[in-house]
């Protein structure tokens, strides 16, 4: 799947279960997301004719670097990690931590650090192009659990989404989409944009289509996580979610 903004050319790449990995193509300069199994994403790379010069993971967790060795073994590849995980992720090239400078095809990438999910998860964020590659930070009508972190931690990251321009394009590390809509139905049963958008969600899923990229405007609609006002309500609704 293609998804074209300001000239920038998401890839979508399903792999695993249901994560997704991405590959980030811009006046021929290519960058490839979180890859979490080689295979497929090397398959897209070559039907593509595509070469990349960097890689840039989130966090530390295996289903989103697996794959980074066999991508820096084939195209020599840059791998840009965050600066927190260095001792947990092999072979990084760079490490980036919020306020880093760096750059993708002239386009300056904002790096924020995003603790919560994971200590040193960090999300990548092109104003230029209005997307952020956001891992397992925030999900469509949903969010990470805080293996690592507090709650207190990733409603504090959260609120750096929502400080994000409305037609900001959130990428995320995972298709949960449709699991998410009905817990966040059990949390607010009345949301019109929300019933409203749990049908779109289950006739995409139902036809095997991605609910992936969202949009921070969709989701602040929709996503219970980021409506919850202060941090001890968002405490509370993924204690909730946890065990839904």
Do not use: W
């Not at 697996?66 to 260095?86: R, W």
């Not at 959130?170 to 809509?181: D, K, M, Q, R, V």
């Not at 019933?195 to 036809?207: E, F, L, P």
């Not at 289509?209 to 609609?221: A, G, S, V």
């Amino acid at each position: 799947m293609n998804e074209q903004l300001n000239g920038t050319n998401v890839i979508l790449v399903p792999i695993l279960s249901d994560n997704y990995s991405y590959i980030l193509e811009k006046n021929g300069d290519v960058a490839v997301i979180d890859p979490g199994q080689p295979e497929p994403i090397i398959n897209e790379l070559k039907n593509r004719d595509l070469t990349p010069s960097i890689i840039l993971n989130t966090h530390h967790h295996s289903d989103h670097i697996a794959g980074n060795k066999a991508i820096m073994d084939q195209y020599g590849a840059t791998l840009i990690a965050p600066e927190k995980d260095f001792h947990r992720i092999p072979d990084i090239d760079i490490s980036v931590k919020e306020g880093s400078p760096l750059t993708f095809s002239s386009e300056k990438i904002q790096i924020l650090e995003t603790p919560g999910h994971t200590n040193g998860h960090i999300c990548y964020y092109l104003p230029e192009s209005k997307i952020i590659f956001a891992g397992d930070l925030i999900f469509a009508m949903g969010c990470g659990r805080a293996f690592e972190g507090t709650p207190e931690e990733l409603f504090n990251s959260l609120q750096k989404i929502k400080a994000l321009p409305l037609e900001t394009q959130i990428y995320c590390g995972h298709e949960y989409t449709l699991a998410n809509a009905e817990f966040c139905l059990s949390i607010e049963p009345d949301n019109v944009d929300l019933i409203a958008r749990h049908k779109i969600v289950k006739q995409y899923r139902d036809n095997n289509l991605p609910t992936i990229p969202t949009t921070l405007e969709e989701e602040l609609k929709t996503n219970v996580f980021l409506r919850a006002e202060n941090a001890s309500t968002f405490a509370d609704i993924r204690a909730k979610k946890d065990n839904f």
